[in-house]
């Protein structure tokens, strides 16, 4: 069974760079058509995209995170991360990762990772 | 401002049938892009409830059933049960393969 976990700080402070990592198991992160990506859901609130990734490093972004986020993969480590800059209270939010086809179900999560930003 | 939009709340008594609207544009679900469906119970990760329109995953009851036409998209459940209180969210695509979602409906049963 495919199980995805988020990993990351908990607490970052206003303007820092937030990282957080999804470890994959029970499956390999380079297969084929399968994309690789991040939700966000802020506290009280709906679920954001944030973007995807495939194993050969091609990525997709929210425009609206765009000019902030940075995604990469290490298929050595079934891994794939997240770094989003300049942070603030607004960037508060679970993260989950997920697995999905181009265009297809969201159909695997993690748990999700509750970052908060505060100083 | 979530690119799907569906009502911020439906209820219903138990063994009622409930409908969650999810309504898009020519850019998303009027495209041809397939809408799915996913249930957040207080707490929990989104669990997926119904994929490409209409097909429910192993282990989700009948009571639950989607259907698409033009630029929307519903969520139908039947026979409401108080263990369906919780969240319900849409979820589509954009021509650039950005992932799009309503901004969540919760369902009440009274």
């Known amino acids: 069974q495919l199980q995805l976990q988020e990993s990351g700080p908990g607490l970052v402070k206003p303007s820092e760079t937030l990282s957080l990592t999804c470890t994959v198991s029970?499956?390999?992160?380079?297969?084929?058509?399968?994309?690789w990506g991040w939700i966000r859901q802020p506290p009280g609130k709906g679920l954001d995209w944030i973007g995807s990734?495939?194993?050969?490093?091609?990525?997709y972004y929210n425009p609206s995170l765009k000019s902030r986020v940075t995604f990469s993969v290490d298929t050595s480590k079934n891994q794939f991360s997240l770094k989003l800059n300049s942070v603030t209270a607004a960037d508060t939010a679970v993260y989950y990762c997920?697995?999905?086809?181009?265009?297809?179900?969201?159909?695997?999560w993690g748990q999700g990772t509750l970052l908060t930003v505060s100083s | 401002q979530s690119v799907l939009t569906q009502p911020p709340s439906v209820s219903g008594a138990p063994g009622q049938r409930v409908t969650i609207s999810c309504t898009g544009s020519s850019s998303n679900i009027g495209a041809g892009y397939d809408v799915h469906w996913y249930q957040q119970l207080p707490g929990a990760a989104p669990k997926l409830l119904i994929f490409r329109n209409t097909n429910r995953p192993s282990g989700v009851p009948d009571r639950f059933s989607g259907s698409k036409s033009g630029t929307s998209a519903s969520l139908a459940i039947t026979g409401l049960q108080a263990e369906d209180e919780g969240d319900y969210y849409c979820q589509s695509y954009d021509s650039s393969l950005s992932v799009v979602f309503g901004g969540g409906t919760k369902l009440t049963a009274l």
């Open positions: 997920v697995r999905h086809l181009r265009y297809g179900t969201l159909d695997y």
């Open positions: 990734i495939y194993y050969t490093g091609i990525t």
């Open positions: 029970g499956g390999s992160i380079a297969t084929s058509s399968y994309y």
